[in-house]
């Protein structure tokens, strides 16, 4: 957080306020399951980024508030949810991170959006990757692997990246003169 003040300090002011303890137990309600606490541990730190356009806090994705976690869940459940119960089950049963899933499942959590229909999301299923950060793609859908098995590996990456200016997925933090910043 300390570079993102000194070097995007726009970036740094649209960071959003802790979530509070009734805005989890919100989100673990509608998902009937405990959140992961490397999740729970970042949004009681921050929670998404308010009114934030240009540049982004997570190579290519602005992350969500709460409230922005659960309507991009209810609107991909809306739009991408299998239709058969039994197929739905049989899926959720699946460990999490597994790949190549059609389907947007009732127990995976938007945590960042790109503004484009692609969402980062914790995969809540069971296993030994319950909690990783998957993709969904508008056109692929869930179909790569885990992007970071957790969301404490994927913070602490970009936190390297940011203060030793490496890539994340091939992409280089750079702090715009704007005050904003962004990934190149």
Request: proline residues 9%; negative net charge; hydrophobic residues 40%.
């Amino acid at each position: 957080m300390s570079w993102l003040c000194h070097h995007a300090p726009v970036s740094a002011a649209h960071i959003g306020q802790p979530a509070t303890q009734d805005d989890i137990a919100v989100v673990e309600a509608l998902l009937d399951r405990p959140l992961p606490a490397d999740l729970v541990a970042w949004w009681r730190r921050s929670c998404g980024a308010t009114g934030f356009v240009q540049g982004r806090l997570i190579p290519g994705y602005t992350p969500c508030t709460v409230d922005q976690a659960v309507d991009h869940r209810e609107l991909m459940l809306d739009i991408a949810s299998c239709q058969d119960r039994a197929e739905t089950a049989t899926l959720v049963a699946t460990p999490a991170g597994s790949p190549r899933t059609p389907y947007w499942l009732p127990v995976w959590l938007p945590i960042a959006h790109d503004g484009g229909g692609c969402n980062l999301f914790i995969d809540l299923r069971p296993g030994p990757l319950h909690g990783c950060v998957m993709q969904w793609d508008k056109y692929e859908a869930a179909g790569l692997k885990p992007r970071w098995p957790s969301v404490a590996t994927m913070l602490a990456e970009i936190a390297h990246a940011l203060q030793h200016h490496t890539d994340v997925d091939g992409y280089q933090p750079e702090a715009l003169d704007d005050g904003t910043l962004d990934w190149v």
